[in-house]
């Protein structure tokens, strides 16, 4: 089994380097790490007393693992979801904040194991998540990443500006929906076919 270490590390790794797209809300960003959450934290790495860019450019990949770990696993308390839902979890709250955690609890409810949709794992979410395991350990953690592919799909149907992540400018999968598959298996994936078709409504 991974340690958490290194799950962050490919984190950091899939998220690539210094981005600022003004398509993302999420602002400039270095390995996943963006500078809304650089400010949240105080880290003005070039002691200029403001977080600016400069500062985003400046952190490196050891930074960014020790965040993702304190502040995306540990602080959540995604690290006390069974084991085998903690890298998708984990990756998808480096992604898209507590709406990780909403996607696992609507899945639950789905299951009919109800739990509050409120992005907050407690000792119900976590209660939730072991009863889920159990019910249907071979399935819990695909149903956990086709529920994430869903996400980035209506996301990007309800954002335009959004759609270049879902979808490559060649039509291909984008970086969300490869990112999300990463945690399925292979057998769940889409095909360029079925790609093509969910994106089909969002013109050329």
């Known amino acids: 089994m991974q340690t958490v270490t290194e799950i962050a590390t490919q984190i950091v790794r899939r998220e690539g380097g210094y981005v600022n ?3 993302d809300p999420g602002g400039a960003t270095k390995h996943g790490v963006t500078i809304h959450t650089m400010r949240r ?13 400069a500062d ?22 995604v690290a006390q979801l069974p084991a085998m839902l903690q890298a998708s979890v984990f990756d998808m709250y480096v992604n898209a904040g507590n709406n990780a955690v909403k996607i696992l609890q609507r899945l639950f409810n789905e299951m009919r194991i109800n739990v509050k949709v ?4 407690g000792p119900q ?29 209506t996301l ?11 979808r490559r400018r060649d039509g291909g999968k984008g970086g969300w929906i490869a990112r999300a598959e990463e945690f399925l298996s292979d057998r769940y994936h889409f095909t360029a076919a079925q790609h093509a078709e969910r994106t089909a409504q969002w013109g050329s």
Do not use: W
């Open 125 to 153: 979410t976590i209660g939730a998540a072991e009863q889920a395991v159990e019910a249907a350990p071979d399935h819990i953690v695909d149903a956990y990443g086709i529920a994430r592919r869903n996400y980035y799909y």
């Open 41 to 53: 934290l105080g880290l003005d790495l070039d002691g200029d007393g403001q977080v600016t860019t």
């Open 156 to 166: 990007a149907d309800q954002r335009p500006a959004s759609r270049k992540y879902a």
């Open 118 to 121: 409120d992005g907050v794992i």
């Open 56 to 77: 985003v450019r400046l952190l490196d990949e050891d930074q960014a693992v020790a965040i993702f770990i304190d502040h995306y696993f540990v602080g959540p308390k």
């Open 21 to 23: 797209d003004p398509d």
